[in-house]
């Protein structure tokens, strides 16, 4: 004879339920987040926006306000993480990878970049950055590459790819599939070898972290897959944290701003058009 579940009855699953009170999982938002444990140095709990870990597989996304940093870290060091950003009051506009190399004539991006939109705005910048090991040339995984390596590559499976993870992150936020740019990928590195082939720099790097700064009101997608060039036949992605907070957008003698004539010009952009809907400059 079998034993009862102890979920069995309405009043049994009530209580099982209850009981989950203050547990937590390894991989979940903290909510509020101002109870998140150990926020980066100098960060009053107070101004904490978002607390959350991905695990393998796991995606995200998150309104920020101007201003407001966005640290990532990759704690045990083979996160994935696929990166796009919207405007948020005006989410057509989109960030831009092939722009953003091109204005600032690097592909290999890492402290000081800016991340740029199709209109020539600054949507975000690396105000810190011990990685500097970041692809803006592949772009985001897909089903099909997933289920040619792993055998799985749906979106609910045990694979699944960062294109679909980012669509349901879009979703969200009253998005679709032909809102979603190239993705930007941090934490992994791909050089261009002298013949033109790709190879990526897998090796670990475990305590790195990304710090961004929004400088327009941002819809942030993020998705933590494993690179579409990696060739592991494993599917192999660590935790990712993520801690958000509120903070200032850069000023006029802001260091990043003044780097280059084209990051200057870019954030002129961003102020008219932040001025445009209203805000200040």
């Not at 444990?37 to 009053?44: F, L, Q």
């Not at 990685?131 to 055998?151: F, K, V």
């Not at 192999?236 to 200057?264: F, I, Y």
Request: with cysteine.
């Amino acid at each position: 004879m079998s034993t009862p579940s102890a979920t069995a009855t309405t009043h049994a699953a009530r209580d099982h339920a209850r009981a989950q009170a203050g547990a937590r999982a390894a991989t979940q938002p903290t909510v509020p987040a101002r109870l998140a444990a150990d926020p980066p140095a100098g960060v009053d709990p107070a101004d904490l926006l978002w607390e959350e870990t991905l695990g393998p597989g796991g995606y995200a996304t998150h309104r920020l306000p101007r201003g407001a940093r966005l640290r990532l870290a990759d704690v045990e060091g083979d996160a994935c993480v696929s990166l796009v950003l919207h405007r948020g009051d005006a989410p057509q506009e989109r960030l831009n990878v092939a722009d953003t190399v091109k204005v600032q004539w690097q592909a290999y991006l890492g402290p000081g970049a800016v991340l740029l939109s199709d209109m020539g705005r600054v949507m975000a910048s690396l105000v810190e950055d011990t990685s500097a090991r970041h692809d803006a040339l592949c772009g985001a995984s897909t089903a099909a590459e997933n289920a040619a390596r792993y055998g799985r590559g749906e979106v609910w499976g045990p694979a699944p790819a960062a294109r679909d993870r980012l669509l349901v992150a879009l979703a969200k936020n009253d998005l679709g599939a032909r809102d979603l740019p190239p993705a930007l990928t941090l934490f992994k590195r791909v050089a261009v070898d002298a013949d033109g082939a790709l190879t990526l720099d897998g090796a670990p790097a475990p305590g790195t972290h990304v710090t961004l700064r929004a400088e327009m009101d941002l819809v942030v997608c993020l998705a933590n897959c494993p690179h579409r060039l990696d060739d592991r036949a494993e599917y192999a992605a660590t935790p990712v944290r993520l801690t958000a907070w509120a903070g200032d957008p850069a000023g006029p003698d802001d260091p990043v701003r003044r780097s280059s004539p084209e990051r200057g010009r870019a954030y002129d952009n961003t102020d008219e058009a932040v001025a445009a809907r209203g805000g200040a400059r």
